[in-house]
């Protein structure tokens, strides 16, 4: 049934002609191909496709881009039928509201005429079955499309309010008018009604048929008289021996005489069973006896003992033309016979009399005419009006879809291009019109918004590459860069730059570069002032206790919105640090070798002359051994030196083999606790060995002299605080690749100044330092592959240092993350194995 009601107003596919392609010629010839909006048969829609999205890894994605090809088309509504159903159901409309018309105006015609009343009921039955049936079919055909704009209203379809707003428009015009109308006739028939049907004609009737009631009562009562004394009259007869029995002739003579001399046209006398005894006729005429009703009630008034007048009774002969008046009594006079008498009327006054009883008649049908004419007017136009009201709803729904349609196209095209389907398009039909020309403009348009958006996603797409490649550079490349935007924000860095100057770049972002990266402000001023928009300085910047030797350059860079920066860091500080150690090695070669060659026949000279004149010299012996003797020790003390002035400038090939780390530390901890035996060593080491790749002499050296500046910085603290106790813990922690050696100890901890020198040759901060310590281990761990780093710790007391040695595992090792730590106390006893040896390497 849905299918067949369909959508009313929806043209059918024989009203509608598809426009041709356009031409080159025509205006719409400059669109792209599938820009051009496509020109269907509505017969044969094609179905909207949701737009499929490129998915490129390697390519810019668009979540909104469509799918390479023709363009999508936007269908004309949400919702379909068979074209036959369109042209079914306006076929029905076109037809049936005339039809229904037609039975209407018929059918009131026919209520109106005289014959309604006697022609057979199956005429009005089919009339009113045909009326019915035409009105039912435009209701469900109306009301199943207005239930589908409801419908198409509560799914919030395009273009649903306006189709409810104009059929609700088309509804009051028509229907507001015929209502008025309705109500103007209807008053005016009434009024009219009422002039034609007054009370003045109702009051004149009624006087009419009151005056013709009084004559005719006036000749009743003389008709009583001349019954009684008719009555009266045969009694004395009787005593006079005249009756119907004795003397008939004589008897009808004297009815003769009655009759004659009263006016009256003839005389009957019954008996008790209702037979002529006597009659006096005046003229020929059909006389009629009253019905058996008029003597049983005559009767039965006799009987019950009445007044006379109950026993008397009156009417016509003839109804219809009154010939005669009739009168009869019963009476006793004539054996419980009857008295019957009739008296002719004259012409003129029968004639009026009749024309009274006519108009009288006539206007009491005419008064039930009337209501029945009202009623059938009120019947007439309310079918009309209601034939009227579904005609306009109708005409309101083709025209509201012929008007909402494309719009609702438009607006679908609309929302689905603000979802960002440039690939939608508007169906363009003949019968649009002005929107339809609306609707090739919005095909045009955004087919141009495709074609723009296409060359954007393309742009997009070479600077996305740009950036990707830009950005992998910068987060690969060693040198720090920082973006600086107008404003003096901090707009973009690399993780270089997040190492070098240790910030988070999501929290920097944005931020103000004075106060995140300070000591570039004036760089920056500098760049900004100079001829050429750059400016390079080395800077020491110390960021948590580390100090770094970075060559920055800035570069200013001219926009609308101001002069933004742009900053790049080289971290210089081991170039530095390798270049003074390369220096101070080559100097240290050419010391060496100038030095340590008289430095034998020095010592050698001072021994002999101790030796010779030693026991010659009885003045000051004393003193002069006391010369001699110092002469020795510098001596010593300079070949020490010089010693290791040739260990830094020659380090010796390092002989890697699988050796236990823990147990080097052991043998590192135990010399220095012979040498410091009042500091408190403590090593926290894993339940399991340790096996690094590395020459087991050199790392017992590095770690040794690692130790031995914690005791002498112990030692320095001791001097001025006494308290707490000198302690050194050694930690040995491990991952899956690496293990991890510090030495923490409770001394003066590191200096404040300088901090990031400590490993350059000839840096020490001690009176009798060489300064070649800390070189000489930072030497042994890089060519070990390790790292070396310094942090201040306040673990064993207020100040204190840790010294962290970094050392890959050999391959082939797989630590256990699980094994178990021990720590214990370290005495001269833990390092004996028994025999009271040292632990290997512990000599050397």
């Given at each position: 049934?849905?299918?067949?009601?369909?959508?009313?107003?929806?043209?059918?596919?024989?009203?509608?002609?598809?426009?041709?392609?356009?031409?080159?010629?025509?205006?719409?010839?400059?669109?792209?191909?599938?820009?051009?909006?496509?020109?269907?048969?509505?017969?044969?829609?094609?179905?909207?496709?949701?737009?499929?999205?490129?998915?490129?890894?390697?390519?810019?994605?668009?979540?909104?881009?469509?799918?390479?090809?023709?363009?999508?088309?936007?269908?004309?509504?949400?919702?379909?039928?068979?074209?036959?159903?369109?042209?079914?159901?306006?076929?029905?409309?076109?037809?049936?509201?005339?039809?229904?018309?037609?039975?209407?105006?018929?059918?009131?015609?026919?209520?109106?005429?005289?014959?309604?009343?006697?022609?057979?009921?199956?005429?009005?039955?089919?009339?009113?079955?045909?009326?019915?049936?035409?009105?039912?079919?435009?209701?469900?055909?109306?009301?199943?499309?207005?239930?589908?704009?409801?419908?198409?209203?509560?799914?919030?379809?395009?273009?649903?309010?306006?189709?409810?707003?104009?059929?609700?428009?088309?509804?009051?015009?028509?229907?507001?008018?015929?209502?008025?109308?309705?109500?103007?006739?209807?008053?005016?028939?009434?009024?009219?009604?009422?002039?034609?049907?007054?009370?003045?004609?109702?009051?004149?009737?009624?006087?009419?048929?009151?005056?013709?009631?009084?004559?005719?009562?006036?000749?009743?009562?003389?008709?009583?008289?001349?019954?009684?004394?008719?009555?009266?009259?045969?009694?004395?007869?009787?005593?006079?021996?005249?009756?119907?029995?004795?003397?008939?002739?004589?008897?009808?003579?004297?009815?003769?005489?009655?009759?004659?001399?009263?006016?009256?046209?003839?005389?009957?006398?019954?008996?008790?069973?209702?037979?002529?005894?006597?009659?006096?006729?005046?003229?020929?005429?059909?006389?009629?006896?009253?019905?058996?009703?008029?003597?049983?009630?005559?009767?039965?008034?006799?009987?019950?003992?009445?007044?006379?007048?109950?026993?008397?009774?009156?009417?016509?002969?003839?109804?219809?033309?009154?010939?005669?008046?009739?009168?009869?009594?019963?009476?006793?006079?004539?054996?419980?016979?009857?008295?019957?008498?009739?008296?002719?009327?004259?012409?003129?006054?029968?004639?009026?009399?009749?024309?009274?009883?006519?108009?009288?008649?006539?206007?009491?049908?005419?008064?039930?005419?009337?209501?029945?004419?009202?009623?059938?007017?009120?019947?007439?136009?309310?079918?009309?009006?209601?034939?009227?009201?579904?005609?306009?709803?109708?005409?309101?729904?083709?025209?509201?879809?012929?008007?909402?349609?494309?719009?609702?196209?438009?607006?679908?095209?609309?929302?689905?291009?603000?979802?960002?389907?440039?690939?939608?398009?508007?169906?363009?039909?003949?019968?649009?019109?002005?929107?339809?020309?609306?609707?090739?403009?919005?095909?045009?348009?955004?087919?141009?918004?495709?074609?723009?958006?296409?060359?954007?996603?393309?742009?997009?797409?070479?600077?996305?590459?740009?950036?990707?490649?830009?950005?992998?550079?910068?987060?690969?490349?060693?040198?720090?860069?920082?973006?600086?935007?107008?404003?003096?924000?901090?707009?973009?860095?690399?993780?270089?730059?997040?190492?070098?100057?240790?910030?988070?770049?999501?929290?920097?972002?944005?931020?103000?570069?004075?106060?995140?990266?300070?000591?570039?402000?004036?760089?920056?001023?500098?760049?900004?002032?100079?001829?050429?928009?750059?400016?390079?300085?080395?800077?020491?910047?110390?960021?948590?206790?580390?100090?770094?030797?970075?060559?920055?350059?800035?570069?200013?860079?001219?926009?609308?919105?101001?002069?933004?920066?742009?900053?790049?860091?080289?971290?210089?500080?081991?170039?530095?640090?390798?270049?003074?150690?390369?220096?101070?090695?080559?100097?240290?070669?050419?010391?060496?070798?100038?030095?340590?060659?008289?430095?034998?026949?020095?010592?050698?000279?001072?021994?002999?002359?101790?030796?010779?004149?030693?026991?010659?010299?009885?003045?000051?012996?004393e003193v002069f051994d006391k010369c001699v003797e110092t002469i020795v020790r510098h001596v010593s003390d300079i070949r020490r030196?010089?010693?290791?002035?040739?260990?830094?400038?020659?380090?010796?090939?390092?002989?890697?083999?699988?050796?236990?780390?823990?147990?080097?530390?052991?043998?590192?901890?135990?010399?220095?606790?012979?040498?410091?035996?009042?500091?408190?060593?403590?090593?926290?080491?894993?339940?399991?060995?340790?096996?690094?790749?590395?020459?087991?002499?050199?790392?017992?050296?590095?770690?040794?002299?690692?130790?031995?500046?914690?005791?002498?910085?112990?030692?320095?603290?001791?001097?001025?605080?006494?308290?707490?106790?000198?302690?050194?813990?050694?930690?040995?922690?491990?991952?899956?690749?690496?293990?991890?050696?510090?030495?923490?100890?409770?001394?003066?901890?590191?200096?404040?100044?300088?901090?990031?020198?400590?490993?350059?040759?000839?840096?020490?901060?001690?009176?009798?330092?060489?300064?070649?310590?800390?070189?000489?281990?930072?030497?042994?761990?890089?060519?070990?592959?390790?790292?070396?780093?310094?942090?201040?710790?306040?673990?064993?007391?207020?100040?204190?240092?840790?010294?962290?040695?970094?050392?890959?595992?050999?391959?082939?090792?797989?630590?256990?993350?699980?094994?178990?730590?021990?720590?214990?106390?370290?005495?001269?006893?833990?390092?004996?194995?028994?025999?009271?040896?040292?632990?290997?390497?512990?000599?050397?």
């Amino acid at each position: 049934m849905c299918w067949l009601v369909g959508r009313v107003g929806q043209v059918s596919s024989g009203e509608i002609q598809s426009e041709k392609a356009p031409s080159a010629t025509n205006a719409d010839a400059d669109l792209p191909a599938d820009g051009r909006a496509r020109e269907m048969n509505s017969g044969s829609p094609e179905a909207e496709s949701e737009p499929e999205f490129e998915a490129n890894a390697d390519s810019y994605v668009d979540p909104h881009r469509p799918r390479t090809g023709d363009a999508q088309p936007l269908g004309r509504g949400e919702w379909r039928g068979p074209t036959r159903s369109f042209a079914l159901s306006n076929i029905i409309a076109l037809v049936g509201i005339p039809a229904a018309a037609l039975f209407a105006f018929a059918t009131t015609l026919f209520l109106l005429s005289p014959s309604a009343e006697t022609v057979a009921r199956p005429t009005l039955l089919a009339l009113i079955i045909g009326n019915v049936v035409i009105a039912g079919a435009l209701a469900v055909l109306i009301g199943a499309r207005l239930w589908h704009v409801l419908a198409e209203r509560r799914n919030r379809l395009a273009g649903a309010d306006t189709h409810l707003q104009l059929v609700g428009i088309f509804a009051l015009v028509a229907g507001v008018p015929a209502f008025f109308a309705f109500v103007f006739a209807f008053t005016i028939m009434r009024s009219s009604l009422n002039d034609v049907f007054g009370d003045r004609i109702e009051t004149s009737i009624d006087a009419s048929r009151e005056l013709a009631n009084g004559y005719i009562e006036e000749k009743f009562v003389e008709d009583e008289r001349h019954l009684a004394q008719i009555e009266f009259d045969i009694s004395n007869d009787r005593l006079l021996g005249i009756s119907y029995e004795t003397t008939p002739i004589l008897f009808r003579q004297r009815l003769f005489d009655q009759a004659y001399g009263r006016g009256l046209a003839a005389i009957f006398i019954l008996d008790k069973d209702r037979r002529i005894i006597a009659r006096s006729e005046m003229v020929e005429a059909p006389f009629a006896f009253p019905e058996k009703s008029v003597f049983d009630r005559i009767d039965a008034a006799a009987e019950a003992g009445r007044p006379r007048n109950e026993q008397i009774s009156y009417g016509a002969n003839n109804r219809e033309d009154l010939d005669f008046l009739r009168g009869m009594i019963k009476s006793k006079t004539v054996d419980d016979g009857y008295i019957v008498i009739y008296r002719a009327l004259q012409d003129d006054i029968r004639l009026g009399l009749i024309g009274i009883r006519t108009i009288s008649n006539d206007w009491s049908g005419v008064k039930t005419q009337r209501v029945r004419l009202e009623r059938v007017f009120l019947a007439g136009y309310i079918i009309m009006g209601l034939i009227v009201l579904f005609g306009a709803i109708w005409a309101a729904l083709r025209a509201a879809t012929q008007i909402v349609d494309p719009i609702g196209r438009l607006m679908r095209m609309a929302q689905r291009v603000s979802g960002g389907d440039l690939a939608a398009r508007v169906d363009v039909f003949k019968h649009d019109g002005e929107l339809g020309a609306l609707a090739r403009s919005m095909n045009h348009m955004t087919a141009q918004l495709q074609t723009q958006r296409d060359d954007l996603i393309d742009t997009n797409r070479q600077f996305d590459r740009r950036r990707r490649f830009t950005e992998a550079v910068l987060s690969n490349v060693s040198a720090g860069v920082v973006g600086i935007s107008a404003d003096g924000d901090v707009s973009i860095a690399n993780r270089s730059a997040e190492e070098l100057l240790m910030f988070d770049s999501s929290a920097t972002i944005g931020a103000p570069v004075a106060e995140m990266i300070p000591e570039l402000s004036g760089l920056i001023e500098r760049a900004i002032a100079a001829t050429g928009g750059e400016a390079s300085q080395q800077l020491e910047i110390e960021r948590e206790g580390q100090t770094r030797i970075l060559n920055v350059r800035v570069v200013s860079e001219s926009g609308v919105d101001g002069h933004g920066c742009v900053a790049t860091f080289d971290d210089v500080t081991e170039l530095i640090a390798a270049h003074r150690s390369a220096a101070w090695g080559d100097v240290a070669r050419r010391i060496a070798h100038e030095i340590k060659n008289p430095l034998t026949p020095i010592q050698l000279s001072a021994e002999r002359l101790k030796r010779k004149y030693g026991r010659e010299i009885s003045s000051t012996p004393e003193v002069f051994d006391k010369c001699v003797e110092t002469i020795v020790r510098h001596v010593s003390d300079i070949r020490r030196m010089v010693d290791e002035f040739s260990s830094f400038a020659r380090m010796p090939e390092p002989v890697i083999g699988r050796e236990n780390i823990v147990e080097l530390a052991k043998s590192a901890i135990f010399t220095q606790r012979v040498t410091f035996p009042e500091i408190e060593f403590e090593l926290s080491e894993p339940g399991k060995d340790l096996i690094v790749s590395c020459d087991g002499r050199l790392i017992v050296q590095a770690l040794g002299n690692l130790m031995k500046n914690a005791c002498e910085a112990v030692d320095a603290r001791l001097i001025v605080r006494p308290s707490p106790s000198g302690k050194i813990c050694i930690e040995i922690i491990f991952d899956d690749r690496d293990v991890k050696l510090r030495v923490i100890d409770n001394g003066v901890g590191l200096p404040k100044a300088e901090r990031h020198r400590l490993t350059e040759p000839y840096m020490t901060t001690r009176s009798k330092g060489t300064g070649l310590g800390l070189a000489i281990v930072k030497k042994v761990i890089e060519e070990h592959e390790g790292e070396l780093s310094f942090a201040d710790s306040s673990l064993l007391g207020e100040t204190g240092a840790c010294v962290c040695v970094r050392l890959p595992l050999a391959d082939g090792v797989s630590a256990d993350l699980s094994g178990e730590v021990n720590s214990e106390q370290i005495h001269t006893d833990s390092f004996e194995d028994g025999s009271g040896n040292p632990p290997a390497h512990a000599a050397e």
